[in-house]
């Protein structure tokens, strides 16, 4: 059974940093091309992303908002993906998912923030930035 089961929100004063963890269980990920996205969900806004990491070599991706604020990484052992959250701004603040999709390093490339192109959905972790 294919599964993704996001963790690690919470409630951060502007400024700080978080860590979501994305544990992923029931896919092939070191034998077929798999990429891991995050994506979040503000209230009235819609779903939109954030980064996404190639599993099969690691390549990654980001929002332009993101860049360097954000890291996403993988544990191959686990599996497990995580997005490091840094300097986080109360505009941040959303319901945030992990996605998984079956595509080559090459299609991940161009389609990485179409949500609607994502297979499997975790369930979502809220994440508040207020002071």
């Known amino acids: 059974q294919v599964q993704l089961v996001e963790s690690g929100g919470g409630l951060v004063q502007p400024g700080g940093s978080l860590r979501l963890s994305c544990a992923a269980s029931?896919?092939?990920?070191?034998?077929?091309?798999?990429?891991i996205g995050w994506f979040r969900q503000a209230p009235g806004k819609e779903r939109e992303g954030v980064a996404c990491?190639?599993?099969?070599?690691?390549?990654?991706y980001y929002a332009d908002s993101e860049k360097g604020r954000f890291a996403v990484s993988r544990d191959n052992a686990k599996p497990t993906v995580y997005l490091e959250m840094n300097n986080l701004k109360p505009e941040d603040t959303a319901v945030y998912y992990c996605?998984?999709?079956?595509?080559?390093?090459?299609?991940?490339?161009?389609?990485?923030?179409?949500?609607?192109?994502?297979?499997?959905w975790g369930q979502g972790t809220q994440v508040t930035v207020s002071s």
């Open positions: 990491i190639q599993w099969s070599d690691g390549s990654t």
């Open positions: 996605a998984a999709i079956g595509a080559s390093p090459a299609a991940t490339a161009h389609n990485w923030a179409r949500s609607y192109l994502y297979d499997y």
């Open positions: 029931g896919f092939r990920l070191g034998v077929d091309h798999y990429a």
